[in-house]
């Protein structure tokens, strides 16, 4: 499985803002990049996820590098409660579709 | 709102006893769950593949006579911790595989107490 590295933790103030870098190096073809973030104490909740192209909904931004080898999620207007733990994960047909999760990146998003 | 239920969101139990644990995709069809554990502190931990009409896949290292899972519709798995003693104390997290959108989404969790 391809593996993703990211930063442990990130502040942003409250209103700016946020980017959040994760690397995967050794992602392949046909892997998406899908982001997950966990609230204390919650499942994950589903951000975005991408193959090649850039995404943007209503809740963030993902933008990949044409090699595919890193990726930004960009929460546009952090706000307290964006304060998580932020997965980025790799994962495709080739591995049945499971989520191997990291260790993630901590936000805390300060007033 | 949630696509995915669990249920109970807490449970405390006595030792020796055991334990299930429902998972449902409430507006789509999944052939395909997963149940994860998280330990405090740490990240989630997948511990099997739930497949409808057949046996689970369970990740190496996790007992399969332990941790029972049942997947008998497309919206509905269970995991059944049997015997359940005070180091199986854990946040326990489903989620459910929407193909047609390429979407896994997560349960809420269930976090269980063994005394």
């Known amino acids: 499985d391809a593996k993703t590295t990211q930063p442990p933790s990130m502040d942003c103030a409250e209103g700016r803002a946020a980017n959040l870098p994760c690397n995967h190096s050794t992602i392949s073809g046909n892997e998406y990049v899908y982001w997950y973030r966990q609230i204390h104490s919650q499942g994950p909740q589903y951000i975005i996820h991408?193959?090649?192209n850039n995404e943007t909904n209503e809740m963030a931004s993902l933008i990949i590098t044409e090699d595919r080898k890193s990726s930004t999620l960009i929460l546009p207007h952090a706000t307290l409660r964006d304060t998580a733990v932020y997965y980025c994960?790799?994962?495709?047909?080739?591995?049945?579709?499971?989520?191997?999760f990291g260790q993630g990146t901590t936000l805390q998003v300060k007033p | 709102g949630a696509v995915v239920s669990q249920h109970p969101s807490r449970v405390i139990c006595k030792s020796g006893t055991s334990v299930k644990i429902e998972c449902r995709s409430l507006d789509f069809q999944a052939t395909t769950m997963f149940w994860y554990r998280q330990f405090p502190k740490q990240s989630l931990m997948l511990m099997a593949t739930s497949n409808e009409g057949s046996k689970a896949t369970y990740e190496q290292g996790v007992e399969k006579d332990k941790f029972l899972i049942n997947h008998a519709s497309l919206t509905l798995s269970t995991l059944t911790v049997t015997s359940a003693h005070p180091e199986d104390s854990s946040f326990y997290i489903c989620?459910?595989?929407?193909?047609?959108?390429?979407?896994?989404?997560f349960g809420a969790g269930t976090r269980l107490s063994v005394l």
């Open positions: 989620s459910a595989d929407r193909v047609d959108k390429n979407i896994q989404y």
């Open positions: 991408g193959l090649k």
């Open positions: 994960i790799v994962s495709g047909s080739s591995n049945t579709g499971k989520l191997i």
